[in-house]
């Protein structure tokens, strides 16, 4: 295991601490942070970063009580903790404490101080890094829906998960330490990855060497064939196929909750920060801390500039492609001066009939996507470029053949691209767990959940309905009022990432399951009827909300899956938006949401194949399955591997 990087903090005494010690460290790569605050600010510093070791020097105040606190704060991080000491001392108390090594700098020459270093890493820092991977391993096997059995060189079984538990009947502390072979043979079916049986003749061979075994979980194809059908029947049937599923869960069956991660500290960092919503338990007092971030005000009395119809001829020439998945938004964002979402919008949503579906002139449309784009505050990233990109996804989704004779609805369709437009509107650059740790005004007003989808929906219908002139509802009647504000506020609401993995189980136990059971009904003598049950045309029970809800997560997060330079383009965008963020984090002295965004120490391209690995490829891969997009994998496939060539 090669250590590229290792961070240190150094806790002195101000004046006390050694330059000769501090070069050594420098000349080993080392990333140290001398320390000289008070043992509570120090402690601050501790909590929200990640710190592999701990110098403390011996005449620094409470160094054994220090030791104490850190430990307790972060139990499970192991970072090694060494005392620094410039003359002999009672050793026994701080190894009692819990010091690894004690460094008596007196007599020690640089070299030595350089062998010392050299000896900590290859052996106490390299030892806490192997325990940390190994916990983050079994905590993420432990987490998985499906069942794990790890065993021995003689098939003695050492390690099973949850899941295995609860689907197998068997403990783990009546099961570890016995025969495999001998136990499970009669009562499990194992399979493979891909899902296939291992045959039963072929179980003692395979379990004779080191090996994860997955067991088939038939529970999970029942649980999804009877959501599919509960969409579309009656009220007596869905009542009795509700009592099915308690009957299921008081089993123990539970619908997988974690997505899966990377065996990787940074990958499970940056997942929880995108993931989570739930505030770090550490949380400044202080109202200095609080964040500034406040809702823009709305510009939406009668508009000062007058609305042309009129596109200059570059732009209109290059509109003339904005259907198609390689279209160069960055592009259309210098051409327009920022004015992308105005000019494509106008496009996007006259080719989808828009003005006609909601009664209104041309002029309303302009009048709203120019009060719209107004309201897109000026970040590196969540802009309005940003809207515009993923109203034009939006387009080109709805578009495909198989989603297109699903989603028939002229208000469902107009809905999908309003929701695409306003999903970022008034976005203040910050994520919803920074307002959540900042105790920011919206957070509080939404009480921590989807704070800022919340805020997103919410402005932009207040926004259009105070002002007749950019009012687009305002000639539809109320049942058809109501339809497309529902539309609106689900989709918007299915961009918080928090809510990632319900959306993502919701679309393959429903949508993904009922093509499934429509290609098992289809006649094998009919080839038309199979390729069509294969792009769910066939069954009239598709699931459309959870088909719209992944339409717009894709849609929000697609740039992976653009051409490779629009690609590096986006991920440039908003990792630079997350440092920003990280920067005044530690500005304001609060939590870091995400440390992985950290300028000082991030890597660029890890952080993109982990989100790609977590988020992108999974999510992608199912939505493919219904919609056949091609171009889209091909581009997904093409830039991980781009990303993966540079870590």
Known sequence: ?????????????????????????????????????????????YVSGDYDIIFVEASRQNSL?????????????????????????????????????ILTLDHLSFEDIICELEVI????????????????????????????????????????????????????????????????????????????????????????????????????????????????CPNSVCKALDKALDLIQASGYTMPENISTTNDEVGDTFASGLLQQKSVKYLRSNNSSRSTVKAQKSTTGILKDPISLEIPEVIAKMLEYDNCWDFDIIELEKLSNKRCLYYIGFKIFKRFNAPKILKIPDVDLLNWLQMIESNYRDNIYHNSTHAADVLGAMAYFLQIDSISKVITDDLELIGCLIAAAVHDVDHPGKTNLFLINTRDPLAILYNDKSVLESHHVAFAFKSTLENENVNIFKNL????????????????????????????????????????????????????????????????????????AIMIKCADISNPCRPLKLCITWAERIVEEYFRQTDEEKTMDIPLSMPTFDRTTCVFSKTQVIFMEIIIKDMFTAFDKFAHAEEVIQNMHLNYEYWKSLT
């Open 477 to 548: 009647d109320r049942t058809s009022y109501s339809k497309i504000r529902s539309t609106i506020v689900d989709l918007v609401l299915a961009t918080d990432m928090a809510k990632h993995v319900e959306c993502l189980n919701r679309f393959q136990g429903t949508v993904l399951a009922m093509i499934e059971v429509s290609a098992e009904s289809s006649s094998p003598c009919n080839s038309d009827a199979e390729n069509d049950s294969a792009s769910g045309l066939l069954s009239p029970n598709i699931n459309v909300e959870c088909l719209k």
């Open 65 to 101: 009580e220090v030791i104490q606190n850190f430990k307790s704060a972060k139990p499970k991080f192991h970072s090694v903790f060494i005392l620094i000491s410039h003359k002999r001392c009672q050793y026994k108390p701080y190894i009692q404490a819990g010091y690894s090594r």
């Open 1 to 45: 295991m090669k250590l590229d990087c290792v961070k240190a903090m150094y806790l002195c005494s101000k004046g006390s601490h050694s330059k000769m010690f501090v070069k050594a460290c420098s000349n080993l790569e080392i990333l140290l942070k001398t320390e000289t605050s008070s043992n509570e600010e120090a402690f601050s510093t």
């Open 121 to 232: 890493k290859d052996t106490l820092v390299k030892s806490s890094f192997k325990i940390r991977a190994i916990k983050a391993l079994f905590s993420t096997l432990d987490s998985l829906p499906t069942a794990v059995q790890i065993t021995d060189d003689k098939g003695n079984i050492k390690f099973v998960n949850s899941a295995f538990e609860r689907l197998c009947g068997y403990s783990a502390s009546d099961i570890v330490g016995q025969d495999s072979r001998h136990l499970l043979h009669d009562q499990i079916r194992y399979s493979t990855s891909s899902g296939d049986a291992i045959p039963e003749s072929g179980i003692n061979s395979t379990m004779n060497r080191k090996s994860i075994y997955p067991a088939a979980q038939p529970l999970s194809r029942v649980v999804n064939i009877i959501m599919s059908v509960q969409e579309n």
